[in-house]
C-alpha cells in the first residue's frame, strides 16, 4: 500500500492559528485606516462647499 502525502492536522492547524493571529492584527489597522481616509474626504468636501460658498459671496454679493 503506498502512503499519501500530505499535510498532518497539526501543520494544518498551525497555519489556522498563524493566520487568525495576523488577521486579529491587520483588521484594526486596516479599520482605522478607512476610518481616517472617510474623514479626510469629509474634510475635504466641507472645504470645498466653503470655498464654492466664498466665491459665490465674492462674486455675487460684493459687485
Known amino acids: ?3 499519501k502525502r500530505g499535510f498532518t492536522l497539526i ?4 497555519v489556522i492559528v498563524i493566520l487568525a493571529i495576523i488577521a486579529l492584527i491587520a483588521v484594526p489597522v486596516i479599520t482605522n ?5 472617510r ?7 466641507a472645504y470645498g462647499i466653503i470655498e464654492a460658498g ?3 459671496f465674492t462674486e455675487n454679493l460684493l459687485s
Open 11 to 14: 501543520e494544518l492547524l498551525a
Open 39 to 45: 474623514r479626510e474626504a469629509f474634510r475635504d468636501s
Open 33 to 37: 485606516i478607512i476610518e481616517y481616509a
Open 54 to 56: 466664498n466665491l459665490y
Open 1 to 3: 500500500m503506498k502512503r
